[in-house]
């Protein structure tokens, strides 16, 4: 197995899992080998199925940097704005730029540390160093193996190898700063797994997903609410009794929502039975020998009766039909 694909591997098996593939992917092997050769303090030991990471800082360098003009942001990223929302998210926006085509990792390091000095009143020195080890965290990321096609154990091992990585280069607190929000991510999408693999029904798998979520911070849980809801709501849409659906509307979101949903229904199917028609109309011309002018009385028809929002759609439809 390619060893730099680990991370997309494990996500493509295990749904739902987005922010490890954005958050956790190791830079690529050219990047790793000038890291190795840059970060000569550190000292990477593998024993068997353990990796213990020492960092010496023998000789630590200055923040304080030489100013010059050249750019910070690579060329890619010259019209964008460095993300500042979090620590981390600063880290992950010059990693993202990184290309070993345009600079080396001397330099990306070099335009974290001129980035970071030029922001005091938001950085420190401590953050820089917290960069390198950030660096060296990516690297480690390589030697990770799992599965092509990974169980819950499998996963779950995966979990664990990678906390105990972020513990060896980063204290508790700093674990926390840059990883507590993939970290339980993961922990949702090992649990959603489970939850498949136990419950007896989709209402139930549903039931048992909302009561785990309700154990995660907010804005964790918000975010597999509302594909909870999704789910539930293209479930209910299935049912062939429209009564059976306005009740299960009703239980999930109470009358409003039941109404609105009902309403939504009638539309869906108004126009859907005028499409139905269009494309039978449209046919009758296409079939016509003796029309000379088929695609303006299509072009007329469609404007009838579909308005600028629809036409896209309608179109995409006729294509379909002319298969």
């Known amino acids: 197995m390619k060893k730099a694909t680990l991370v997309i591997t494990v996500i493509a098996a295990a ?145 664990s190898e990678l906390r105990d990585k972020q513990l060896a280069l980063f204290s508790t607190a700093e674990q926390k700063l840059l990883f507590n929000n993939e970290n339980l991510h993961r922990q949702v999408t090992i649990k959603k797994l489970y939850l498949k693999s136990i419950a007896v029904s989709q209402e139930d798998y549903f039931y048992l997903l909302k009561e785990e979520l309700s154990n995660f911070p907010e804005e964790i849980s918000r975010v597999y609410q509302d594909d909870l809801v999704t789910s539930e709501l293209n479930q209910i849409a299935n049912y062939d009794n429209e009564q059976q659906r306005y009740l299960a509307y009703e239980a999930l979101g109470g009358a409003e929502v039941a109404v609105r949903m009902t309403e939504f229904e009638h539309q869906e199917t108004e126009l859907d039975n005028k499409i139905n028609a269009y494309l039978a109309q449209r046919r009758d011309i296409l079939s016509d020998t003796h029309n000379l002018n088929k695609d303006t009385h299509i072009r007329d028809l469609r404007d009838s009766l579909f308005d600028l929002s629809e036409q896209k759609r309608i179109k995409s439809l006729e294509y379909i039909d002319d298969l």
Not at 47 to 70: G, Q, Y
Not at 138 to 146: A, G
């Open 15 to 159: 749904a739902s899992v987005a922010y490890l593939a954005l958050n956790d992917k190791p830079i690529n092997k050219q990047a790793v080998k000038a890291i190795k050769l840059a970060t000569h303090s550190a000292v990477i030991v593998k024993n068997n199925k353990t990796t213990e990471v020492v960092i010496k800082h023998e000789n630590t360098m200055p923040l304080a940097v030489r100013v010059d003009s050249s750019p910070i942001q690579v060329s890619s990223q010259q019209d964008t704005e460095i993300d500042q929302t979090s620590l981390r998210g600063m880290f992950d926006y010059f990693l993202s730029g990184f290309d070993e085509t345009e600079m080396d990792i001397e330099q990306l390091k070099a335009n974290v540390k001129r980035f970071i000095t030029n922001n005091p009143e938001r950085y420190s020195t401590a953050d820089y160093d917290l960069f390198e080890r950030f660096l060296l965290y990516k690297q480690s990321l390589l030697s990770i193996d799992v599965n092509q096609d990974p169980n819950i154990d499998d996963l779950e091992r995966f979990d």
